[in-house]
């Protein structure tokens, strides 16, 4: 265990260095740093100072080494907006979209689990169909359309909630549930699946020969077998949730790392931008590998 | 007499409900598409002031002039979702041939090879699915120039990892069968049997793969358009039509639900067909079209 975790991580630490050679090429090769530093009038000559200033001049392997030496020490530069530590205006920025994708999880689990029990216990029933059919259109529809209906639905027909914003619980409601659909759409047919497998195993037959109630049956001798590889899947909707927020946040007005990444591209504030990427690259690795150790914890048939 | 393939599959087809909605949405799109400017009523971008923000023909104050309604600026939305489809369908299908290239050639060396290369590219597909797509294809336009073409290339040089995963794992498995290892025995080189005898059999897999894959690009396409950085004005995108839309949602809901809608009546149907493709060339699984 201890050796696979070991493995593992060194596996994520070139990644993340991948990763990082993915976002320097992004910035540096496919677009000019210097483009939107300089006024638009300005002459070749000014940016080519400008490039020698920066150390743009040098050969492209010799400016990765030192982005990445700055990066392991936490330092992508500075923001060109607000002129403070790019790394320290991410992290700020991070507890609210956690806050935010946390709570989407939640609610995604709390539907899709009595949903996705249900529908496996009244398979092909019309409330089987009608959650199969529901869990269909929410992976069909991108999230920025799933928000503004709910907008239009909750927000200006019913008043229920605010249609933008935060500060309130009840401003994380909308955005939330924008990103608990998709998730829950993914999720709910999984369980159902696993469940129907899970429900023709001997063991539930003789749990069933032995007289124990068929509420017990799946609650603790089904579900529990069920859950192995819903584990996986729910810590795969993490990154999900993250990039979903990138969008999910710029509707609904939450100040979090997707609508200040979007603002930073828009502002072309590339400091920003890679720290914002690498930071979101190294959540996506983590819960990956959460999920992997998880999935051996709950399973004791899964040893690596 | 053997029967011909085509009639088999259309059998299969006619099977599976889901099956049939799906090519029909298909079909109707591609037409929609090629016969854009017979189908639509309207010029797609023509303004008329005179008739802003008009309702759909089935609502109170709507008529049959625009089946829609209009917008802001008196487009008619029927025939912007119309001309629309084109720019979903040109960006569906064409980067999802790069990525369904890029991929399958990753995939097939990864497999085929293992040791270094297979190492080295499966980081590198790692890599790639630790980023969002969506926000790598959105840094990737930003600092190029947008437009279709841009567009067609970033979303597919992004969406590769699936199908290098699909393949490898594929191959793994072929590289053990008979027929491989005694082209092996005879001496054939690499290129010719990964040409000759692997391609051919992971090719059902990549056609499967590459169907969802259509619906997750016109996906990111309509999100990038959504965000302001897809396609520009006056080239229409559901994904514009909708965050257009979107300021109006609380006085003039119909002009960001209609591009919604096509939006998930496409993509489903892609789906649905993409998910009985599965079924019939997926002897293992068992599906409601097998």
């Known amino acids: 265990m201890g050796k696979y975790i070991a493995k593992r991580l060194g596996q994520a630490v070139v990644v993340l260095l991948i990763v990082t050679a993915i976002i320097f090429l992004l910035v540096n090769v496919a677009g000019d740093p210097t483009a939107n530093m300089l006024p638009l009038d300005a002459s070749e000559a000014d940016r080519q100072a400008m490039r020698e200033a920066m150390g743009l001049n040098r050969p492209l392997f010799i400016q990765y080494m030192d982005f990445l030496g700055k990066a392991i020490r936490g330092d992508f530069g500075n923001s060109y907006r607000y002129n403070l530590p790019a790394i320290n205006l991410a992290l700020q920025r991070m507890p609210v979209s956690l806050q935010l994708a946390g709570t989407a999880l939640l609610f995604a689990v709390l539907f899709a689990i009595p949903l996705g029990i249900l529908s496996a216990k009244f398979a092909n ?92 049956i799946t609650m603790v001798h089904a579900f529990k077998n069920a859950l192995v590889p819903v584990v996986t899947v729910v810590a795969l909707e993490i990154p999900g949730l993250i990039g979903g927020a990138l969008i999910t946040e710029t509707i609904f007005a939450w100040p979090g790392l997707g609508q200040f990444l979007i603002q930073a591209i828009n502002n072309r504030d590339m400091s920003v931008v890679q720290v914002c990427i690498f930071m979101i690259s190294v959540i996506t690795l983590f819960a990956n590998l959460v999920a992997d150790l998880v999935y051996c914890l709950i399973d004791p048939r899964i040893r690596y | ?49 005179l008739e802003m923000l008009k309702p ?127 082209a092996i025995t005879v001496g054939t080189p690499d290129w010719r049997i990964i040409l000759d005898h692997i391609l051919p059999n992971v090719l059902s897999s990549v056609i499967v793969v590459s169907t969802l894959a259509v619906a997750t690009s016109i996906i990111a396409e309509s999100s990038l358009s959504f965000l302001g950085l897809g396609i520009q004005p006056p080239s229409i995108s559901w994904g514009g039509m909708l965050s257009t839309g979107r300021s109006y949602i609380a006085t003039n809901w119909w002009v960001a639900t209609m591009p919604g809608i096509a939006l998930t009546v496409t993509v489903l149907g892609i789906m649905f067909l993409g998910n009985w493709l599965r079924d019939v060339m997926d002897p293992h699984h068992t599906g409601s079209g097998s």
């Open chain 2, 56 to 182: 759909p023909a089935f609502c109170e104050g709507g008529s049959m002039k625009h089946l829609l309604g209009t917008d802001n600026l008196g487009h008619d939305i029927f025939s912007r979702i119309v001309y629309g489809t084109r720019v979903s369908i040109i960006i569906g299908v064409c980067s999802v041939l790069i990525a369904g290239f890029i991929g399958t050639a990753f995939g097939l060396v990864a497999g085929y090879f293992g040791g270094f290369a297979d190492a080295v590219i499966m980081r590198v597909t790692d890599a790639f699915h630790a980023i969002p797509r969506t926000l790598l294809a959105l840094v990737a336009v930003s600092v190029m120039s947008s437009g279709v073409t841009t567009l067609i290339i970033v979303i597919g040089v992004t969406g590769w990892i699936t199908y290098a995963r699909v393949v490898r794992s594929e191959v793994l498995a072929l590289k053990n069968r008979e027929f491989v290892k005694a």
């Open chain 1, 125 to 216: 029933s019309p409330f089987d169909l009608v959650v199969s059919s529901v869990s269909v259109l929410g992976r069909a529809m991108p999230n920025f359309w799933i928000g503004i209906l709910l907008i239009l639905l909750f927000a200006v027909n019913w008043k229920l909630f605010p249609v933008s914003g935060s500060g309130t619980a009840k401003h994380l409601v909308l955005p939330a549930m924008t990103l608990a659909i998709q998730s829950a759409s993914q999720i709910i047919p999984l369980i159902r699946s696993n469940m129907l497998d899970v429900m023709q195993e001997d063991y539930i037959r003789t749990a069933r020969s032995k007289g124990v109630g068929e509420g017990v």
């Open chain 2, 1 to 49: 007499m053997q029967k011909k393939p085509g009639g088999r599959i259309l059998r299969l087809l006619l099977q599976s409900y889901t099956g049939c909605v799906g090519l029909f949405i298909v079909t109707a799109m591609v037409v929609f598409a090629v016969f854009a400017k017979q189908i639509a009523p309207f010029e797609p971008n023509a303004m008329n002031p």
